[in-house]
């Protein structure tokens, strides 16, 4: 019984030790994903393992090698195969994926591999505004069009669908009268940085 307890000890310390790994999947500049990378540098229990892009020329990947995090693009073949992808997250033992800009739907290998372990930020309050091609400046011009009185950002679990895993945390700041689709996106952004990786810490130390 004792060394049960010993080695019970033990796996939880070990655990602690050794913290999750997270792969970031992005497909554009890649602000949000430095933003991560920077939030985990001196963290414990959570590290940022690998940067993946599904565009070669995607200027994440300058961040990615900037801030020495392992990074790879990948072409539409391998995402739709999806083991070599598979293959990548095994090696660098990523115990969750981050989606930070990143356009192509989750194929379902990659689903059945990670149950309820990827997470999206949108720049709106799903359900609105959501939806495939609903992304970036798209989504800021759609909400002004439509008149809202606020937007804001949808942090959430991915499913089969776009935009349509369960939420996980929003947060609201106002479009004013007047506010141009460049205005929103500055309020959403401010709280892309603070929030999403103070969310992605939470939901990952929860595991």
């Known amino acids: 019984m004792q060394s049960f307890a010993h080695f019970s000890l033990f796996c939880a310390l070990k ?13 554009g500049s890649g602000t949000n994903a430095e933003n991560i990378i920077r939030y985990f540098e001196k963290n414990a229990s959570v590290r940022v393992r690998l940067v993946l892009s599904n565009r070669k020329d995607a200027y994440v990947l300058e961040r990615a090698c900037r801030l020495g995090v392992p ?3 990948f072409p539409k073949s391998d995402w739709e195969a999806a083991e070599s992808i598979l293959d990548l997250l095994r090696k660098y033992q990523i115990d969750f994926i981050v989606l930070a800009g990143f356009l ?3 194929p379902d290998a ?6 309820d372990k990827i997470i999206n ?3 709106a309050l799903l359900p609105k505004f959501g939806g495939k091609g609903m992304y970036g400046d798209r989504v800021h011009e759609a909400v002004v069009m439509a008149g809202e009185s606020e937007s804001g950002i949808t942090i959430h679990y991915i499913d089969e669908h776009y935009d349509e895993g369960s939420t996980v945390f929003q947060a609201k700041c106002p479009v004013l009268p007047g506010d141009t689709p460049a205005d929103v996106a500055k309020k959403v ?3 892309e940085y603070e929030w ?5 810490e939470r939901v990952v130390n929860s595991l």
């Open 15 to 27: 655990g602690l030790i050794m913290g999750k790994n997270i792969a970031i999947f992005a497909s």
């Open 189 to 191: 952004h401010a709280l």
């Open 196 to 200: 999403f990786p103070k969310i992605i």
């Open 71 to 73: 990074y790879r693009a």
């Open 110 to 115: 990659l689903l059945h591999a990670y149950p």
């Open 104 to 106: 192509l739907r989750i």
């Open 121 to 123: 930020i949108h720049p």
